[in-house]
């Protein structure tokens, strides 16, 4: 589908260097990242093959990074700690670290954002977590003089864009509406995740979409649904 913004500022997407990675399921954590990102569960199509890129997947703080229900069952994991993150970015040379960890996993998200405090990292967090938009976080990053950007990422055109949009159409028509509903279906480990905890992302998404009104207030239902199969789930 392509970018929806290819440069910003003077960087564009092929000055990007992945320098470290980390995880918390032990069937990546010591592969090269080439080889990590395709183990299962992802069973995603396949556009190119990346090949080695020199990057080991190293252990990260595990805390709430998963709900208690998959550990060791759908999701086998390895624990590291902040101080293992700090090393490994100060040792790279890291100038940003993107956080993509399961929505619901507040503290495992500060613990990265701590890590980039002390290694002076910047630190994009691409989950529904609060950290660039807590005034603590915002105060702290500042006080580093280190970039601090999020939360959470929305897809080029997903669902919620989709309805944002019709929610948006509707209001600048002048129909009244009275209630919305929308359910996000799908079968990876976020959205195993998801069944567990999934107040967050319900909460964000319903008021991304009711914003779309300008003040207009309705009944507005978004959840997420996973998919995955009972036998997937014991394995």
Same mark, same amino acid.
């Given at each position: 589908m392509g970018l929806a913004f290819q440069h910003v500022g003077p960087y564009e997407?092929?000055?990007i260097r992945v320098v470290a990675a980390f995880d918390v399921d032990s069937r990546k954590v010591g592969k090269d990242l080439g080889e990590a990102i395709f183990t299962e569960p992802n069973n995603a199509l396949?556009?190119?093959?990346?090949?080695?890129?020199?990057?080991?997947?190293?252990?990260?703080?595990?805390?709430?990074?998963?709900?208690e229900q998959l550990r060791n069952t759908f999701i086998p #994991?390895?624990?590291? &700690?902040? +101080?293992?993150?700090? *090393?490994?970015l100060e040792s790279t040379?890291?100038?940003?670290?993107?956080?993509?960890?399961?929505?619901?996993?507040?503290?495992?998200?500060?613990?990265?954002?701590?890590?980039a405090l002390r290694s002076g990292t910047a630190f994009?967090?691409?989950?529904?977590? #609060?950290?660039?938009? &807590?005034? +603590?976080?915002?105060? *702290?990053?500042?006080?580093?003089?280190?970039?601090?950007a999020g939360d959470d990422v929305q897809n080029q055109l997903g669902a919620t864009v989709l309805h944002k949009?019709?929610?948006r159409?509707?209001?600048l028509r002048g129909v009244?509406?009275?209630?919305?509903?929308?359910?996000?279906v799908g079968g990876t480990p976020d959205f195993l995740n998801l069944m567990y905890r999934k107040g967050q992302k319900e909460r964000t998404k319903t008021e991304a979409v009711k914003r779309m009104a300008e003040g207009e207030d309705f009944d507005a239902y978004i959840s997420p649904v996973a998919t995955l199969s009972s036998s997937a789930v014991g394995r």
């Open positions: 997407p092929r000055d396949r556009v190119v093959d990346v090949g080695k890129l020199g990057v080991i997947v190293r252990a990260g703080p595990l805390l709430d990074g998963v709900a #994991v390895v624990e590291g &700690s902040v +101080e293992d993150v700090v *090393r490994e040379n890291a100038h940003i670290l993107i956080n993509y960890l399961p929505t619901g996993a507040q503290r495992a998200s500060e613990a990265y954002a701590e890590a994009v967090n691409a989950m529904p977590s #609060v950290i660039a938009t &807590s005034k +603590e976080w915002q105060e *702290r990053f500042e006080r580093a003089k280190l970039p601090l949009t019709i929610i159409l509707l209001a009244r509406i009275e209630g919305t509903y929308q359910l996000n």
